[in-house]
């Protein structure tokens, strides 16, 4: 730190000051993200460790009843809710809302520094069917990085908000997807997958240059090589789906991009048993619902493993989380699934062991820990999906927000979904013109488990075995990102409002506060002075959110689904 | 099926005898293109064409029953359709126009004429049976 101040030229004594201003910020570099830092929240997973963990140990668990709001943000319209992940470098805050609005704030007093509200073709926006959310941005060289609904990523200026390049990457006036998941940014390049899965689409992943903007590559989820090709029968790759739409990590030891993928489209196969060479779309369907390895500066694919092979249960592998772990000498990365189970891969993305985080699940009877492969598939043909209804939910065993690995307690905090569908498969055809329509497949309902009642669960595991060493339960699984942090807490905010803090150690819950209406975004802590904070985004709705007011009633019949606030918390 | 609705364009056509024949780095390239190839038609829009027909029913199990859940039975991200107390005109500007934030609007996607099928559709939406 003195060191670069000194390069600086600046006078020490301005320190103080100089701390929460963007006009000096440091540059954010590919080592400092890797290091993670004490005080910054660098890129989306915290760091490319992926472990969503705070070292800060100022508020902890025998001070957590002094914590209150420092301040708190309004972005304005917030439609589907807040769900972006703050990041935090050098005392300065930034974030995104709905709209890809992006905001930097003063990370004390939330002082608004510059924000940047990118101009939009309404008319566009109100053909899509998942937007306006936006999940993110990156920082990197000076930069911030975000994606746009309309398919374009913006290099921001860091001091400033100005735009400093812009490149247009997808079409999205016809093919109705555009971004909204955070870049991320490592060794010079911008790498941004777009929305997909359920859109006939081929579900692209770009690597851009983080100087100029320009692409460097792309790579197609959907047959993106030759191999790939011949896992999609009948020409079905043309309306494959597939895509990337959260972002994954970076493995600087192997110079590899790790990405999660979306899953095929349609959503539902009426293929039956036969899923090789019968149904919408006959094969493995290679590389949707898998985990990707691409060389970060040709886009080449190095390695994958498809964690469901022709997924026809939209349990996709989208989740971003690939928690980099050393144990016994020996390296691993954890993934968790959409369809509630966890892999535990080697860094080359050979399955170690897989573990289930969740109790209902029937789309298959196992999975393999050895291998990976799937054990008693539910291949639907067209119809009524008769009794046992298919589990999990469409929302997933897991959702897209992520957990937090916290290396002091050794301990994977991670969220499950306890709930079921009835499914009434029926065959259809894809939609491209004149614009993309989104092709299900079915028609779907959640149900409570067979014998159960609908609940979420916060569990303590060990991240490689999956043995559990305790678990919370909720009414209504939360569908926010968790945080643990060094001062031995866990926080998870929940769908009702509320932000728990618990003993990350015995799962004792230690405070908690309401702010007003659910979580479904991210939480991050920073330090600025000095002082310690915590940043949570509240704000619900969007495409599992706007499903708790029918099924839940409560407090969701009342609770908006266009609006939010960051609200940032600090000792009093 | 999926061909007679992918290869609208004689640009489409061509690029698809030429994506059989090459290296995998182009197809990729060329398969990127592909996602940009076909501008926006300026007629009708006729989502699917396959045999001259609008089928609502498959149209919900593609799209409208990812929120509107059962295939508009059951309430869902979006509202329960069957009974639907709102007014066939209603219904018809919500599906072409959209709401913000909650519905898209479909009416650079269907007709005037496509739309009223759908309410037709809406209309007669009976309890499935089991």
């Given at each position: 730190m003195k060191e670069r101040w000194c390069k600086s030229g600046?006078?020490?004594?301005?320190g103080a000051t100089l701390?929460?201003?963007?006009?000096?910020a440091q540059s954010v570099d590919t080592a400092r993200i890797e290091n993670?830092?004490?005080?910054?929240?660098?890129?989306y997973h915290g760091s490319?460790?992926?472990?969503?963990?705070?070292?800060?140990?100022?508020?902890?668990a025998n001070n957590?009843?002094?914590?209150?709001?420092?301040w708190t943000h309004i972005p304005g319209r917030s439609t589907r809710g807040l769900q972006s992940m703050p990041l935090a470098a050098d005392g300065v805050l930034y974030y995104s809302g709905s709209y890809s609005r992006v905001f930097a704030l003063?990370?004390?007093?939330?002082?608004?520094i510059w924000s940047h509200f990118p101009e939009l073709d309404e008319a566009l926006i109100s053909r899509?069917?998942?937007?306006?959310y936006n999940r993110g941005v990156a920082l990197g060289e000076g930069k911030v990085f975000v994606g746009t609904m309309d398919g374009r990523v913006l290099g921001l200026d860091?001091?400033?908000?100005?735009?400093?390049w812009e490149t247009r990457l997808i079409d999205s006036q016809k093919l109705t997807v555009g971004f909204t998941g955070a870049p991320l940014y490592a060794k010079g390049t911008v790498i941004i997958g777009a929305?997909?899965?359920?859109?006939?689409?081929?579900g692209p992943i770009f690597g851009l240059?983080?100087?100029?903007?320009?692409?460097k590559w792309e790579f197609l989820?959907?047959?993106?090589?030759d191999e790939a090709m011949k896992?999609?029968?009948?020409?079905s790759w043309r309306t494959g789906g597939g895509g990337g739409w959260m972002p994954g990590t970076y493995d600087s030891e192997t110079n590899t991009i790790l990405w999660g993928t979306a899953n095929p489209a349609?959503?539902?196969?009426?293929?039956?048993?036969?899923?090789k060479t019968q149904?919408?779309?006959?094969?493995?369907?290679?590389?949707?619902s898998s985990v990707i390895g691409l060389?970060?500066?040709?886009?080449?694919?190095k390695f994958h493993h498809?964690?469901?092979?022709?997924?026809?249960?939209?349990?996709?592998?989208?989740?971003?989380e690939f928690v980099m772990l050393e144990r016994d000498g020996q390296k691993f990365v954890v993934h968790p699934n959409k369809g509630g189970f966890v892999f535990v891969y080697d860094r080359n993305l050979a399955v170690k062991n897989v573990w289930r985080?969740?109790?209902?699940?029937?789309?298959?009877?196992?999975?393999?820990?050895?291998?990976g492969a799937l054990i008693g598939r539910r291949d639907f043909s067209a119809g009524k999906v008769t009794e046992?209804?298919?589990?999990?939910?469409?929302?997933?065993?897991?959702?897209?927000n992520a957990g937090s690995y916290n290396p002091k307690t050794g301990l994977y905090y991670k969220i499950g979904q306890e709930w079921c569908m009835t499914l009434d498969v029926q065959k259809t055809t894809p939609v491209t013109a004149p614009q993309v329509q989104l092709n299900i497949g079915a028609d779907f309902k959640m149900v409570p488990p067979p014998g159960g009642e609908i609940y979420g669960h916060l569990d303590a595991r060990d991240?490689?075995?999956?043995?559990?060493?305790w678990e919370v339960r909720y009414p209504e699984p939360p569908l926010g990102s968790v945080l643990s942090t060094a001062g031995n807490l866990v926080f998870v905010p929940d769908s009702r409002g509320i932000l728990h803090a618990y003993d990350?150690?015995?799962?004792?819950?230690?405070w908690s506060h309401n702010n007003g209406t659910g979580h479904q975004g991210g939480i991050v802590s920073y330090s600025v002075n000095g002082k310690q904070y915590i940043a949570v985004a509240a704000g619900f709705g969007g495409m599992l959110a706007d499903?708790?007011?029918?099924?839940?009633?409560?407090?969701?019949?009342?609770?908006?689904?266009?609006d939010g606030a960051l609200v940032v918390f600090s000792l009093k | 099926m999926l061909r007679d609705v992918a290869l609208q364009d004689m640009e489409l056509d061509t690029l698809n005898l030429h994506l059989k024949k090459i290296t995998a780095l182009l197809s990729a390239v060329l398969g990127a293109s592909l996602l940009y190839a076909?501008?926006?038609?300026?007629?009708?829009?006729?989502?699917?064409?396959d045999n001259g027909t609008f089928d609502v029913e498959q149209l919900f199990a593609g799209t409208c029953g990812f929120c509107h859940s059962a295939g508009g039975r059951a309430a869902g991200k979006g509202p329960q359709?069957?009974?639907?107390?709102?007014?066939d005109d209603f219904l018809h500007t919500r599906i072409k126009n959209g709401k913000s934030g909650a519905m898209p609007a479909f009416g650079g996607a269907f007709t005037d004429a496509q739309i009223d099928q759908i309410v037709k559709y809406i209309r007669a939406l009976k309890p499935r049976e089991g």
């Open positions: 600046l006078p020490l004594i301005a701390m929460v201003s963007s006009a000096f993670g830092g004490q005080n910054d929240w660098l890129t490319y460790k992926s472990y969503h963990y705070s070292p800060l140990a100022q508020i902890n957590i009843g002094n914590l209150n709001v420092a003063n990370g004390a007093t939330g002082e608004v899509q069917t998942h937007s306006p860091m001091k400033s908000g100005k735009v400093l929305q997909g899965g359920e859109w006939p689409g081929r240059d983080a100087t100029t903007g320009k692409k989820t959907v047959a993106g090589t896992t999609w029968g009948n020409d349609p959503l539902y196969d009426w293929s039956g048993a036969d899923y149904g919408a779309r006959p094969g493995d369907n290679l590389y949707t060389d970060v500066d040709t886009g080449r694919l498809q964690e469901l092979p022709h997924d026809a249960w939209d349990f996709d592998s989208a989740v971003g985080l969740v109790e209902n699940i029937n789309f298959v009877k196992d999975i393999d820990p050895k291998t046992p209804p298919l589990c999990p939910f469409i929302g997933g065993g897991v959702s897209w991240p490689i075995t999956g043995a559990k060493k990350a150690e015995t799962g004792a819950e230690l499903e708790y007011a029918p099924n839940f009633g409560g407090v969701y019949k009342s609770m908006p689904r266009d | 076909a501008p926006v038609q300026a007629q009708s829009a006729t989502p699917v064409p359709l069957m009974n639907s107390p709102r007014a």
